[in-house]
């Protein structure tokens, strides 16, 4: 029973590893699209598209740091019905987010929570995991990405922090 235990968890860590592959195959090619795009607002709409369809951030959005370091932004994202929608009217002021501070003030890059509620117009509309990665430019903040797994609640995969930190840089 050991040895075929064993030989399952080979075979799922090599499932797991492929589709990493991919998935920073994947990477490579959304990097080539969106550095091709000009305008801001289209660069935005397309790395949430991008980010869901090709690297299966189910629930994605991305929120820009305004210039007083005071509030962030929403620009698009995923929504509950999983349809790219535009996240515009969203702000979040950065006294009420604590604990965003150690993406605008620090040396956080990426918080992951594997059992924690979920939000929607800052109500808990579900329960799962979720993960929050730092924009940066040149060791400058300028934005944050949030994903999480309200849609299909399927576990969380080893290299998906990584992958989200990878797609912010």
């Known amino acids: 029973i050991a040895r075929i235990q064993s030989q399952q968890a080979l075979r799922e860590s090599e499932q797991t590893l492929q589709a990493f592959l991919e998935k920073q195959q994947s990477l490579q090619e959304i990097g080539i699209q969106l550095s091709a795009i000009e305008n801001p607002i289209d660069l935005y709409e397309k790395a949430i598209e991008l980010?869901?369809?090709k690297l299966g951030f189910e629930r994605l959005g991305l929120y820009l740091l305004d210039p007083t370091q005071k509030f962030v932004h929403g620009t698009f994202g995923i929504g509950i019905d999983g349809v790219l929608r535009n996240e515009y009217n969203e702000v979040l002021v950065l006294?009420?987010?604590p604990w965003m501070h150690g993406f605008i003030y620090g040396e956080d890059r990426l918080i992951v929570n594997e059992d924690v509620d979920l939000f929607e117009n800052r109500e808990v509309i579900g329960h799962g995991w979720s993960i929050t990665a730092a924009l940066?430019?040149?060791?400058?903040?300028?934005?944050?990405?949030?994903?999480?797994?309200?849609?299909?609640?399927?576990p969380l995969n080893p290299y998906q922090p990584e992958l989200m930190a990878a797609y912010a840089a």
């Open 95 to 97: 006294a009420d987010e």
């Open 136 to 154: 940066w430019v040149r060791n400058k903040a300028i934005g944050v990405m949030f994903s999480d797994n309200l849609l299909s609640q399927t």
């Open 51 to 53: 980010g869901s369809e």
